[in-house]
């Protein structure tokens, strides 16, 4: 077998400046005086912290018996050689990156195709998130500034976590929509909320064509594994924003009060930030989208009421006068009792479907 040989260091140029100086037993400080360069400047040349240029190349070949070019590719080879230590460097930086990403599941999910060539993977996965570098992929999903930084999850698996939403963004990009419009997400919401007592099978594409009017794009993500999340909330551009749902639980409550959740971010904060809801209240704009959704779902007065609920026809009663699923009043119910099996037979549990 013959092997490439491939060094994984560099010698400068100035290692043979400085056999060449030995040879002709001339000292630095002599060197530079009949070169006419400064002695800092050999010494920095010799050390491989100054490159040498063709002007001191020209220098070299009438103190030295070598030739200008000589020295030229010695130089050339040194910043090559150099360069490939950086991207070797760096390309294994880039592949131990390439482990926080949940490969596995983007190949079954269809966003990648699976390789034995690890760098060919981490092109498929750059080009998944639409970023040039894992450099790059940094700068956007570790903002400080970013509120999705503030939680747990995010931070525990930021591989896994930003995946799921990026596909809820690739999902958007195919969804086309209206300017965004608060007064018509408005309106919008009451329209969905009135949708509760429909057929999951009807009121999901309802749901994405209703908020396209309004400026905002819809995406259903299943869930992934090291993603505890129930939404995520986020401004894809000025006029176009994202809610990115999915069915952790299985049960319809908690799919309603999620979504609503996430319509809060996009009513009520900010533009610039990524907000996502794993069920922790870690920060006070989650605070307060709890608190939109539980209210605009079923008004805080009514808790008293659905408290005094002892049978399942309270619970359908309370439902049809508010004319809301009654699985979300009997979530509620649940959430002010603490009794989590009241009534579960009122609640549906959902599940995924292929298109």
């Not at 959704?293 to 049809?320: G, H, V």
Request: aromatic fraction near 10%; charged fraction near 25%.
């Amino acid at each position: 077998m013959v092997y490439k040989f491939e060094p994984d260091y560099a010698v400068a140029p100035g290692e043979s400046l400085r056999e060449v100086l030995e040879a002709l037993h001339m000292s630095q400080k002599e060197f530079a005086e009949r070169a006419e360069i400064t002695v800092q400047s050999v010494s920095r040349i010799i050390m491989g912290d100054q490159p040498i240029t063709y002007d001191t190349a020209i220098k070299l070949e009438l103190v030295t018996p070598y030739s200008s070019k000589f020295w030229m590719n010695l130089e050339a080879d040194y910043r090559s050689q150099l360069l490939k230590i950086q991207k070797k460097e760096q390309q294994r930086a880039d592949l131990e990156w390439l482990k926080a990403v949940p490969l596995k599941e983007l190949v079954e999910r269809g966003y990648i195709e699976q390789s034995t060539d690890k760098t060919e993977m981490l092109m498929q996965v750059l080009k998944f998130y639409g970023v040039s570098s894992p450099a790059a992929w940094e700068k956007i999903w570790y903002n400080p500034k970013v509120a999705a930084r503030k939680s747990r999850c995010f931070t525990a698996h930021p591989g896994a976590t930003s995946a799921w939403i990026r596909m809820g963004e690739l999902q958007a990009q195919e969804i086309k929509t209206q300017s965004y419009s608060r007064e018509v997400f408005n309106k919008t919401l009451k329209t969905i909320r009135s949708m509760t007592i429909k057929n999951p099978s009807t009121y999901t594409k309802m749901i994405v064509e209703e908020s396209a009017k309004a400026g905002v794009a819809v995406s259903f993500v299943p869930k992934m594994n090291k993603v505890p999340l129930n939404g995520a909330a986020k401004w894809l551009a000025p006029e176009k924003a994202l809610i990115v749902v999915n069915i952790r639980g299985k049960r319809e409550d908690i799919f309603w009060f999620s979504f609503f959740h996430e319509a809060a971010h996009i009513l009520l904060h900010k533009k610039k930030e990524l907000y996502i809801d794993n069920g922790q209240k870690e920060n006070p704009e989650e605070i307060e989208a709890d608190q939109y959704a539980s209210d605009f779902l079923i008004p805080e007065n009514y808790n008293e009421i659905i408290l005094k609920a002892q049978r399942q026809a309270d619970i359908l009663r309370i439902a049809q006068e508010l004319n809301i699923s009654s699985a979300i009043v009997a979530g509620r119910y649940q959430h002010l009792t603490k009794r989590w099996t009241a009534f579960n037979g009122l609640i549906g549990k959902l599940k995924w479907t292929e298109n």
